[in-house]
């Protein structure tokens, strides 16, 4: 069973930084995607950072371009966003999600992904 299980989320000022982390298990897939989506109030939900098993691609919404990272742990099976100068519009419930397969670059933010967590609200005051 796929499980994903965040953790980091909180209050932060604007201009501050949070780090996210997800601890996956249940992955027996040789390929994958996986990575970061988040859904704020009365919008849908979208991707934000994501990146394939490979390592060899990756996708970056334009609207954290510069301030969001996403780096792995695969000994430890932990993904992890690095997020800088937050705005209050990135106030959201952030999801890790994961998908089965490979993954392009241009795909990896495309689709909806097969699993996710249960989210962990961010939040950012101005």
């Known amino acids: 069973e796929v499980q994903l299980v965040e953790s980091g989320g909180g209050l932060v000022q604007a201009g501050g930084s949070l780090r996210l982390s997800c601890k996956f298990s249940?992955?027996?897939?040789?390929?994958?995607?996986i990575g970061w989506f988040r859904q704020a109030p009365g919008k849908e939900r979208e991707a934000v950072v994501c990146?394939?098993?490979?390592?060899?691609?990756?996708y970056y919404a334009d609207s954290v371009k510069g301030r969001f990272t996403i780096s792995t742990d695969n000994a430890n099976n932990a993904v992890y966003l690095e997020m800088k100068s937050l705005k209050p519009e990135d106030t959201a419930v952030y999801y890790c999600?994961?998908?089965?397969?490979?993954?392009?670059?241009?795909?990896?933010?495309?689709?909806?992904?097969?699993?996710y967590g249960q989210g962990t609200q961010v939040t950012v005051s101005s």
């Open positions: 990146i394939n098993s490979s390592e060899e691609s990756s």
């Open positions: 999600a994961a998908a089965v397969g490979y993954y392009s670059a241009p795909e990896l933010g495309k689709y909806d992904y097969d699993y």
């Open positions: 249940g992955f027996t897939f040789d390929e994958y995607a």
